[in-house]
Structures are given as C-alpha cells and as structure tokens.
T-cell receptor
Framework: GAVVSQHPSRVICKSGTSVKIECRSL??????MFWYRQFPKQSLMLMAT?????????EQGVEKDKFLINHASLTLSTLTVTSAHPEDSSFYIC?????????FGPGTRLTVL | AQTVTQSQPEMSVQEAETVTLSCTYD???????LFWYKQPPSRQMILVIR??????QNATENRFSVNFQKAAKSFSLKISDSQLGDAAMYFC?????????????FGKGTKLSVKP
C-alpha cells in the first residue's frame, strides 16, 4: 500500500511554455501532498504544501505565480511550471502523507531548452 | 526550528559487511518521528525505516536497524550484511508529531557505496 505515482517522468519543453506535472495517490486518500525540488547531489528542498480544497502553502522564496499548485481531489495534486526558463530545469518530486509517513512519487525530470 | 545533520557525506562498505550511518537532530519537541529514506540512482525515494520518539525500542526492518538515542538526539542507521543494491543516497528526516500534515526536515544525505 501507500503508492504514489507521478507523471510525466521526463519532460522537455521550450523556454516560455508551461508544463504540468501530476501527482496521484493510488491506494489511499491524501488531504495533503508535498512538492519538492532536488538539485544534483543535493537534498530535497520543499517548495510547497498542497492542501485538498484550499490554497497551497509556499515556502519562502518560491514564486507562487510561477509554480501553480492545484489539489482538486483527495488523490490528485498538480504542479504547473508557468513560463518555464532554463533555470527551472530540475528534478521535481511529490509526496503524500499516509499514516504519518510521507511516501514519494518517482519524480519528474524537467529540462527547459 | 528543527534541524537534521548528517556528518558523513560519503561512506563505503564491503559487501556482506556492516555499516552505520550517523544522524543527529535538534528539536525542542518531545514527540516526533524520525525516518531514513534511501534514494538509489533511479532517484525514487524509498522509506527504509521509521521511529516514533515515544517508543524506547529501536525500530528494525530486516537488515536495517536504528540506534535511537533520544537524550543525545541521535538516530543512526545500521545496515547488516550489506548488498550491492544498498548502494544509494541515504537521507535522515524528522517530522513533528501531532497531525499528519507536517512536512519533513531532511539532512543533506550520505552517499553509500558497496564494494563487491
């Protein structure tokens, strides 16, 4: 149990376009999901906390208008990177809480050309 | 604010041997959770083991066990009979107790290499 999926696993886009990443809890309901960014050889950096039915809570320094988060159901949260630029290229990981433990999706590698 | 420190950026172990990864943390809370996550080259974060602070007994999962020293705020991971598949980044993480909504605080990670 406690499986989290993430789609797509890889995406390449042109500068200025928007990209949507989906995070789904497959076998449980998650009122809260988390979005992380990970740079090479570094730890995970929390970007925002996604709450079902309400606005996301963003960490300091994360641009709300660039990284749009929607948590429309108890099993789905989406992260949209708007007007992507090369510096947004990174590895994005989502997670969801189940029984006081966070379970992680497999991640999405975003490359902005 | 809570912090998590992993003082060993890299560790190496011979296959079939035992290795211990260190983690210390700082908190003023009395109830919390501690975790070890493994991140292999695929970059999928995998839960290795979890410890509730109120439990005195150290958590164990097959070849993985922890040494939880609450007073010292130490939470080390012991891997016994190391296997090639254990090679990965290992992250120690902390979460406050009280509700399932709390976020994790991660250490910087320890890269474990396993020599055949």
């Amino acid at each position: 149990g406690a499986v989290v999926s993430q789609h797509p696993s890889r995406v390449i886009c042109k500068s200025g376009t928007s990209v949507k990443i989906e995070c789904r809890s497959l076998d449980f309901q998650a009122t809260t999901m988390f979005w992380y960014r990970q740079f090479p050889k570094q730890s995970l950096m929390l970007m925002a906390t996604s709450n079902e039915g309400s606005k996301a809570t963003y960490e300091q320094g994360v641009e709300k208008d660039k990284f749009l988060i929607n948590h429309a159901s108890l099993t789905l949260s989406t992260l949209t990177v708007t007007s992507a630029h090369p510096e947004d290229s990174s590895f994005y990981i989502c997670s969801a809480n189940y029984a006081d433990t966070q379970y992680f999706g497999p991640g999405t590698r975003l490359t902005v050309l | 604010a809570q912090t998590v420190t992993q003082s060993q950026p890299e560790m190496s172990v011979q296959e079939a041997e035992t290795v211990t990864l260190s983690c210390t943390y700082d908190t003023s809370e009395s109830d919390y959770y501690l975790f070890w996550y493994k991140q292999p080259p695929s970059r999928q974060m995998i839960l290795v083991i979890r410890q509730e602070a109120y439990k005195q007994q150290n958590a164990t999962e097959n070849r993985f066990s922890v040494n939880f020293q609450k007073a010292a705020k130490s939470f080390s991971l012991k891997i016994s009979d190391s296997q090639l598949g254990d090679a990965a980044m290992y992250f120690c993480a902390y979460k406050n107790y009280g509700g399932s909504q709390g976020n994790l605080i991660f250490g910087k990670g320890t890269k474990l290499s396993v020599k055949p």
